[in-house]
């Protein structure tokens, strides 16, 4: 009914999909698995009219089409559920239901008794059984996907693209979601749908396809796979990328975690990092790393559980105290706390450690200049000048400012939270190269990467978070992709 | 030379109100006088006190709409301790600068410690600071200033006090922000705040401090005029905070803030002040020249946006 056809999809200088054909049926459940960054949701948003693909084509009913827009897809029949979901809190169940196509009687006022009508008649398609008057607001994240989902069969949609529909839901909220896309089914629409929860997939799925790396692997029954093979085709790569030698860690403790907890994101999570060490934290998304090491550098401060830097109890506020303590980092949110879009690339550069240029609260002008360049020349950072703003530069120039800028105030714990993600592979290898400078420079690591062989190849030990947990801790050269991923996946 | 963003507002002005004056020079007789030159600059110095204030709140990505009604709260102040043998003449200048300082303060503690929209916060300023005015004033000018004090409305060799007061006021913060610690902080924090935070730099201190200066400025602003009109009054600066923020803006800030300079703001006042000399001149009836100077307003933040999509 609706096929893909050697599809592909690049930004920038970052090809995302490759030449990635499938074919979805009706009334049947298809499973796209892949690693973060395998192309997923890029697939589904290119099916959607989100993106509209460099090459290769969509066919729909036969035809070959061209969305421009999700609008033109949702006419045809296609609907994509975001993974955040975009709801209109204050507007009602049945408001939301019906957005945009309100009933109305000959004088253009809103028919309120046709509006609930219709909107409980589509709930109860979907076994629902929700007071239309509802504010969205008040509902729970699985009821709000189930109203999102009853408004895309009130738009009479055929397919309907979930991506990671379950990523924040309970249980218990999952079971009722997986009977509202059985009646789906039932009704003869295709569901396309992710997620990094393997049990769900057996469950639900009727056929499965796996990308990697923006590149289409495989597309099989579900009924062929045993979770184990499955992993296997979505991490199954080979490691040609170039990784440093690993330098050995000194025995000597630098940060001392205890029973820290912030709840929900993680609770009671104790571990050691060493000098020297690389220390990698593996988990799927929404498992807390981000958060965990968020309250390491102050951003989002632990609610229980001790810190202790090199002997000493800290109590972290924000992270100016963390890095007073000798704790740096780089999120994995590049655009929104990392740069400062208008500024200079050397404003950008000097903004953490610019204490070490002023006298009296003035800059130095000469020497904030110098540093920069030395800096930019150390980290081969490819710009116009050091006045070009930096938002002008690409993801990966970018990031390594952002390095350059953490690295200037001299951390002695270096926190870094996906510092790969969405970065060419040049750029990738040249980071790779100064994690390892670093830990050879005595300097503590604590790496959070969602790419499993660049923990694995990094790191001296892996940590593994569950929902919020710490399912294993294993030294480096123990772990397996297939070790660290089945102690990822939730019970 | 580039063609950014900052070449188009910077030289697009320098352009404009070049245009402007020569066509004012050449269709009037009075304009290009020394009289009517120093006069325009007189006429200027307050809204660019108040302007250079605000930059520094605009920067940070917050307003303040008070300023009229702290200038008049400051002027009322500034008059009740100014009568002749009451206290050296330095003692009411600093009370009316301090009142400022004081709203500007409370504006910031209510925007970073309190979490409130600066709209509301300064929204509401604009309220209390007039009804204090009010209240101080029982209603009524304050008369009767010492000569010391309403001295400061006259020159220094040919140049009027309020003039070199706003020079030296755009200079000082000209120079701060380019080469200062907290004026650099100031364009993170306005950037983008929360990668302002997580590169180690206190939110609040910054955004507190541009609030309080803005206060102090606007509060020198209220001396200045009080000194001008020889008394406190408690109607004086009403909707001066559009004018300064119209200025700021024409001189290409960026209402979401992290862009701007003290130049740039500084043309705009001229811009401001050369358009309402300019249509005095031509005897353009009072309210045509409030259209007009609407239009100019929204023209400017419509290409302000129209750029930042851009």
Known sequence: ?491 | MKFNREFFHRFGIIFVLGILITALSVSTESFGTLSNLTNVARQVSINGILAVGVTFVLLTAGVDLSLGSVVALSGVVCATFAHPGQYPVLVPILLGIATGGLCGCFNGLLVTRGGVAPFIVTLGMMTVARGLALIFSDGRPVANMSPGLTNLAGDVAGVPIAVLCFALVALAASVFLKNFRLGRHIYAVGGNENAARVAGISVTRVKLFAYTLCGLLTGLAGVVLAARITTGQPNAGMAYELDAIAAVVIGGTSLAGGVGTILGTILGVLLIGVINNGLDLLMVSSYYQAVIKGLIIVGAVWLDRRQARS
Not at chain 1, 307 to 336: C, F, S, W, Y
Not at chain 1, 439 to 459: C, D, F, I, N
């Open chain 1, 1 to 491: 009914m609706l096929v893909a056809q050697g599809l592909s999809k690049k930004f920038g200088d970052l090809t995302v999909l490759k030449a990635v054909s499938v074919e979805f049926r009706p009334g049947e459940v298809h499973a796209l698995m892949g690693e973060n960054g395998a192309g997923k949701s890029t697939l589904m948003k290119l099916l959607a009219g989100l993106y509209q693909p460099d090459a290769g084509t969509i066919t729909w009913r036969g035809h070959p089409v061209h969305w421009r827009s999700p609008l033109e897809a949702l006419a045809q029949g296609i609907a994509m559920i975001h993974q955040e979901l975009m709801p209109i809190p204050d507007l009602t169940v049945a408001e939301n239901i019906l957005l945009g196509r309100e009933p109305t009687n000959a004088w253009g006022w809103l028919d309120q008794k046709l509006l609930q009508a219709e909107a409980v008649a589509w709930l109860k398609v979907l076994d629902c059984h929700l007071d239309p008057q509802t504010r969205m607001r008040d509902l729970t994240v699985a009821q709000t996907q189930v109203v999102e989902i009853a408004k895309a069969l009130g738009r009479r949609a055929d397919v309907i693209l979930m991506d990671e529909p379950t990523a924040a839901l309970s249980d218990h909220e999952c079971t009722a979601l997986f009977k509202a896309i059985r009646q789906l089914c039932q009704r003869g629409v295709a569901v396309v749908y992710t997620t990094h929860k393997m049990d769900e997939v057996f469950q639900l799925a009727d056929r499965i396809t796996v990308l990697r790396d923006g590149e289409w692997v495989t597309t099989q029954p579900a009924s062929n796979f045993t979770p184990a093979s499955l992993i296997s085709h979505m991490v199954g790569r080979d490691l040609a990328t170039v990784f440093p030698a690993l330098t050995p860690a000194s025995q000597e403790v630098v940060l001392e975690v205890q029973a820290l907890t912030r709840e929900p994101y993680f609770r009671k999570v104790s571990f050691q990092l060493h000098r020297g060490e690389v220390l990698g934290l593996a988990g799927l998304m929404g498992a807390g790393r981000t958060e965990l090491v968020s309250a390491l550098y102050g951003l989002l401060p632990a609610t229980s559980g001790t810190i202790t830097l090199k002997g000493q109890p800290v109590v972290l506020r924000n992270p100016a105290d963390a890095l007073a303590h000798g704790v740096g980092m780089v999120t994995e949110d590049r655009k929104g706390l990392g740069i400062i879009p208008a500024l200079s690339v050397q404003q950008n550069l000097t903004l953490t450690a610019l204490h070490r240029f002023t006298q009296a609260g003035v800059i130095l002008g000469t020497q904030e200049k110098q540093v920069s360049q030395a800096e930019m020349t150390r980290f081969k950072i490819k710009a116009r000048g050091l006045t070009q703003p930096i938002r002008e530069l690409s993801g990966g120039n970018q990031q390594k400012v952002l390095l350059a800028r953490m690295l200037l105030d001299a951390p002695e714990i270096v926190i870094l939270d996906e510092p790969t993600r969405g970065i060419d592979i040049g750029a990738k290898s040249e980071i790779y190269a100064l994690i390892g400078q670093l830990t050879a420079a005595g300097k503590a690591v604590l790496l959070v990467s969602s790419e499993l062989p660049e923990v694995l190849a990094l790191s001296h030990r892996i940590l593994v978070l569950r929902q919020g947990d710490l399912a294993l801790e294993i030294p480096a050269s123990d772990a397996t992709p297939e070790k660290v991923l089945s102690n990822a996946m939730p019970l």
